[in-house]
């Protein structure tokens, strides 16, 4: 089962973990009994039956401190043959067990129908307390504070401040205006002081002036008698924003067109901020000749207190391969090492990768576990390819078929053996999902050849790299029912509801009425950066910072590298669209089956 990372949160989590434990094993009255005999009897027992032996040989195992081999027992058993009030039982022991083992999935199992257990009132809050710590690991920020926040409102506990803001901070406009639907006070309160942080937009001082005021507004609510730490955190920064930023970028080579875009992204974003009243001093560098410890002299001699830059993925490498940097930088390229050793280096693209990884995660969560990938047969195909493969398979997931194809070859070529056809139909038995890698004009054409070999109902999860970013309904209309992932500034429909809900809104249509659509993305990407700049400081005092940005929902790992958090949309009469969520206990739904109608 997957480990997953823990932030500086754990530790403040850990005495609440351990609060209001509504099972305890043992709970039943009864003398030990040998749980090797009670498995060895299940084994020869009708399944009913079978079922709640092996729950009674989980129960003494995790009592005499078998916490895996109860887990292993406990995850095995089929819930569904238990009676009910056994079936609380054993949801309240995989929960713990899932908790002690650091397995959220595990407890995520145990409370995938809550509402339907016989639990006490406190067993029941427990359980759900218990399932939103899960789902705010697992990355479900939305499920997450629904659950925290109505154990809050049952129970008033401040110790849930932290993860309630944690999940709060990782929503989007569009989630938290789902959020305030049929809010009560305590929601409400908690989506005010969400929207202030956010509006603050790295200010220190205008977020504090504004959370005294709100502080003076809700004076019962949890949040205003206990801070949250990652906010506590930032007032130990005030008087330490950034004011100079040095930028190392090429005028002349091979990448030069590439941070002429961001380049303009970031000078367009930062007069818009100046307007504002909140906006740094650009100092721009020339990165083509020199070595990078010349131009870190030059920044430090300009006054510069962060740098943005290099550009170039070697570079970049170098960098990640010290002890530490001379001033803090955001690079704008991953360098090759597996990992960031620099103290003081983040880094942060434009990763194919990372939109990889999170197609096979919503894939994953979509109820899908065979996959089939067609990619280009290059370098670039076979490390996006490479990095779907590996969270898919981290996860559990098969890859029953994998094409690197030839982008200049006819579509079928790539489509028949990826379905493995014969004759003129696809046996897609193995087969339940389709991961794309490709560009727009190559794209276009897999759904009708789907069509042909009659696999026109296998869904299809693909990269940003397919659209545009222009509508063209005429010629994306045989991109119908893809789905697709992209930066919240190229489908601001899809991601947020609409243009006036887009971050920085200003500088998007200033660049959107100015720009060659084939740039928008990498000018996103230069305002993003400009905005991470500015807060490098805040991400080195607290690791679990984030950025609603142009280019998605941006969070810095613990070595420092960006991962982007991006919008999903589906093409619908050749428009990009919005997609309903799946319920993420609908474990077993179909992509299919959870698509709304378009309509707004």
């Known amino acids: 089962m997957r480990k997953m990372p823990r932030g500086p949160v754990a530790a403040a989590l850990l005495a609440l973990l351990l609060a209001g434990c509504a099972y305890q094993p043992g709970i039943v009255e009864r003398m030990p009994d040998d749980p ?63 908790r002690e083992l650091d397995d959220p999935w595990a407890v995520i199992r145990a409370g995938q129908e809550l509402d339907a257990l016989d639990l006490s009132r406190d067993q029941a809050t427990t359980l759900r307390q218990r399932l939103g710590l899960a789902l705010l690991e697992v990355d479900e920020p939305m499920a997450a504070a629904e659950a925290l926040l109505r154990v809050q409102a049952d129970t ?72 949250p730490a990652d906010l506590l955190a930032l007032r130990e920064l005030r008087g330490l924003e950034v004011d100079h930023i040095a930028v190392f970028l090429p005028e002349s080579g091979p990448l030069s067109g590439v941070a002429g875009a961001i380049r303009e992204g970031m000078r367009t974003h930062h007069l818009n901020a100046a307007d504002g009243g909140s906006s740094a001093r650009l100092s721009f560098i020339d990165s083509s000749h020199g070595d990078l410890m010349a131009l870190y002299r030059e920044a430090e001699n300009r006054g510069a207190q962060v740098v943005i830059g290099p550009l170039d993925k070697d570079r970049v490498t170098e960098l990640e391969n010290l002890d530490s940097v001379p001033l803090p930088t955001l690079a704008l390229n991953y360098g090759h090492g597996q990992s960031n050793r620099a103290r003081g280096l983040f880094q942060y693209g434009l990763s194919a990768e990372d939109e990889a990884r999170q197609s096979a995660r919503r894939a ?9 990938l067609m990619v280009p047969d290059n370098d670039w195909g076979r490390r996006v ?69 009659y696999a ?17 309904p005429r010629l994306d209309h045989d991109l119908d029912d893809v789905q697709f992932i992209d930066i919240p500034w ?9 243009e006036d809900a887009l971050p920085f809104t200003a500088s998007y249509r200033q660049l959107r009425e100015e720009s060659d659509p084939a740039m928008f993305r990498l000018m996103a990407m230069g305002v993003d950066a400009y905005e991470l700049a500015r807060r490098l400081p805040q991400f080195q005092a607290v690791q679990d910072g984030e950025l609603f940005g142009a280019t998605g929902t941006l969070r810095p790992l613990e070595d420092g590298r960006i991962q982007r ?36």
């Open 36 to 98: 090797g005999r009670l498995l060895e009897q299940a084994q020869q027992q009708a399944p009913e039956q079978a079922a709640l032996t092996r729950l009674e040989a989980a129960d003494i195992l995790a009592r005499q401190g078998e916490r895996t081999q109860a887990m292993e027992i406990a995850a095995d058993i089929d819930d569904g043959l238990l009676p009910d009030r056994d079936r609380a039982r054993w949801a309240l022991l995989l929960s713990w067990l899932g």
């Open 156 to 227: 008033g506990r401040e110790a849930l401040n932290d993860p309630i803001w944690k999940s709060l901070s990782r929503l989007d406009a569009r989630e938290l205006a789902a959020l305030r639907d049929g809010a009560d006070d305590l929601t409400l309160g908690w989506l005010a002081l969400a929207e202030l942080a956010r509006a603050s937009a790295g200010d220190l001082e205008r977020l504090f002036s504004r959370l005294d005021d709100w502080r003076e507004r809700h004076p019962r609510h949890p949040a205003a008698r206990q801070v």
């Open 364 to 372: 994953w969560q979509d109820g899908h576990r065979q996959a089939v």
């Open 385 to 453: 390819g490479e990095a779907f493969w590996s969270e898919w398979s981290e996860r559990g997931g098969q890859v029953t078929n994998a094409v690197r194809y030839d982008p200049e070859s006819n579509v079928a070529n790539a489509v028949r053996p990826a379905l493995r056809v014969s004759g003129e139909r696809a046996r897609l038995g193995d087969i339940d999902m389709l991961f794309l890698l490709a560009l727009p004009d190559y794209a276009r054409q897999v759904p009708p050849t789907l069509d042909y070999y």
């Open 456 to 472: 026109g109902e296998l869904p299809i999860y693909a990269t940003s790299h397919l659209y545009e970013g222009r509508l063209q």
């Open 490 to 498: 190229q489908i601001p429909d899809a991601a947020v509801g609409g």
């Open 565 to 600: 958090q991006l919008p999903w949309a589906r093409f619908e009469n050749g428009v990009p669209r919005p997609i309903l969520i799946p319920g993420l206990f609908d474990l077993g739904g179909r992509t299919g089956d959870n698509r709304d109608d378009g309509s707004d």
